[in-house]
C-alpha cells in the first residue's frame, strides 16, 4: 500500500509558475512509475506527466511541453512537477499517481495509487 500527499497548489497570474510536490510513504517510491494528472471542472481526467522508475523515460502531455518538468528524487521519496509559463487552461485540481507501468494510449491505466490532489487556479 502506498499514500501520495501531493502539496504545492495554489493561485498565480498567467505567466506565473507553481511547483507541486508528491510525497509517498509505506513503500520506496523507486518501485513504481509516478504520474501527474490533471481535471478541471466538468472536464474529464487528462494525463499531464509521467516519470521512470529510474527518472530516464518521461513523458509529457503535448500542450505542457516545454512549460512543465517532472522529476523525482527517490532518496526523498518525492516526485515533483514544476510548471512554467502557466495559462489560465492550466487550472485544474493536480493529482499524482504510483503505479507499475506506463501506457501511452491510456496512461492512468498503469497506476494503481492516487492522492487527493492540489489545486492549482491561473488567474489571467
Known amino acids: 500500500q502506498v499514500q501520495l500527499v501531493e502539496s504545492g497548489g495554489g493561485l498565480v497570474q498567467a505567466g506565473g509558475s507553481l511547483r507541486l510536490s508528491c510525497a509517498t510513504s509505506?513503500?520506496?517510491?523507486?518501485?513504481?512509475?509516478m504520474g501527474w494528472f490533471r481535471q478541471a471542472p466538468g472536464k474529464e481526467r487528462e494525463f499531464v506527466a509521467a516519470?521512470?522508475?529510474?527518472?530516464?523515460?518521461?513523458y509529457y502531455l503535448d500542450s505542457v511541453k516545454g512549460r512543465f518538468t517532472i522529476s523525482r528524487d527517490n532518496a526523498k521519496n518525492t516526485v515533483y512537477l514544476q510548471m512554467n509559463s502557466l495559462k489560465p487552461e492550466d487550472t485544474a485540481v493536480y493529482c499524482c499517481?504510483?503505479?507499475?507501468?506506463?501506457?501511452?494510449?491510456?496512461?492512468?491505466?498503469?497506476?494503481?495509487?492516487w492522492g487527493k490532489g492540489t489545486t492549482v487556479t491561473v488567474d489571467s
Open positions: 499517481a504510483a503505479g507499475s507501468y506506463y501506457y501511452p494510449s491510456t496512461p492512468w491505466r498503469g497506476m494503481d495509487y
Open positions: 509505506g513503500r520506496a517510491s523507486s518501485s513504481y512509475v
Open positions: 516519470i521512470g522508475r529510474s527518472g530516464i523515460n518521461i
